[in-house]
């Protein structure tokens, strides 16, 4: 815990600069709303070595992953304090180490530092929810059915446009790079493999951002690409081979070659209301606190 008394970099920081605000408590002093570490560094640990024991991501990316976890399965409450000093202690890690973490949480939203507050948690309102972390921790987490349900929404929204718009531009490396993939993923579907599947389908819907002529729409390729991997069951007919999603795929590709965006348009909607019993059956979600969640990303 930190004390009253600072060493000379105390003060007002600036914009990400988390670690610098004042605290007045003494160390062992109890304060409402603290957050409970019980138990967090052998989760720490865990996490450590599910990313294979490499150091290359850095601690810090460790750091983050597992504090995201915790506020965003509400662990970590909106308006907790977070003491950097106490989180260094806890997972025996540096203060460089904890101040870079803070930092990127702050980038996405999940944490803010005051000038004699200090850095808290901050409500789900303020998060950057198409943050790509962001969209993994909910889905591993007690929100996975919302956050599926809500980038099945968000894909309703832009993929049918992205299919409509992506036929108005002649790009054959595109199209081409399309039609490979609509071809793998029927050779993946009948092989029953389901991982080549997911990331053929991933890099088709992904494509079809990028070459429809709308560079926010481009930059949105990211998210539908996490929403493709961690769907984690049949909602659409991309989540899972089968041939009515296939056969979908393969009509958006005639569709953009022909330059025919409406059809495209009607395709893209049918591939996302393919209903679950057209699907193989999948496996339910294992329990969030078993769930064996995805490594760190570089940050």
Not at 18 to 28: I, T, V
Not at 198 to 209: I, K, Q, V
Not at 227 to 253: E, Q
Request: aromatic share 4%; charged share 25%; proline share 7%.
């Amino acid at each position: 815990m930190m004390t009253a008394a600072r060493s000379a970099d105390s003060g007002i920081a600036g914009p990400g600069e988390l670690d610098r605000y004042p605290y007045a408590e003494g160390p062992g002093t109890d304060r409402p709303g603290r957050p409970s570490w019980d138990g967090v560094e052998s989760d720490m640990s865990r996490v450590g070595r599910r990313a294979g024991g490499s150091r290359g991501r850095g601690l810090h990316g460790q750091l983050v992953q597992q504090l995201g976890q915790m506020i965003v399965s509400g662990d970590l409450g909106a308006d907790r304090p977070l003491v950097p000093e106490e989180i260094g202690q806890r997972f025996e890690v540096s203060r460089t180490v904890v101040r870079e973490s803070l930092r990127v949480l702050e980038a996405k939203g999940l944490v803010s530092a005051r000038p004699n507050v200090g850095t808290r948690v901050r409500p789900v309102a303020d998060w950057n929810l198409l943050d790509p972390d962001i969209i993994e921790w909910r889905a591993f987490g007690p929100q996975r059915d919302d956050q599926r349900r809500e980038l099945l929404e968000l894909r309703w929204t832009i993929e049918p446009l992205a299919a409509r718009l992506a036929a108005g531009h002649e790009r054959e490396d595109i199209q081409q790079r399309l039609a490979d993939m609509a071809e793998i993923m029927a050779h993946a579907a009948a092989q029953g493999d389901g991982l080549t599947f997911s990331r053929a389908d991933a890099e088709f819907h992904s494509l079809l951002l990028q070459v429809a002529g709308n560079r926010m729409l481009e930059h949105l390729s990211g998210i539908v690409s996490s929403a493709l991997h961690v769907s984690g069951g049949p909602v659409t007919g991309c989540d899972r081979p089968a041939d009515a999603s296939v056969g979908l795929h393969h009509r958006i590709v005639e569709a953009v070659a022909a330059g025919d965006g409406g059809t495209a348009e009607a395709a893209m909607r049918q591939l996302l209301s393919v209903p679950a019993e057209q699907q193989p059956a999948a496996a339910a979600p294992a329990a969030p606190a078993d769930h064996v969640v995805p490594a760190p990303r570089e940050h």
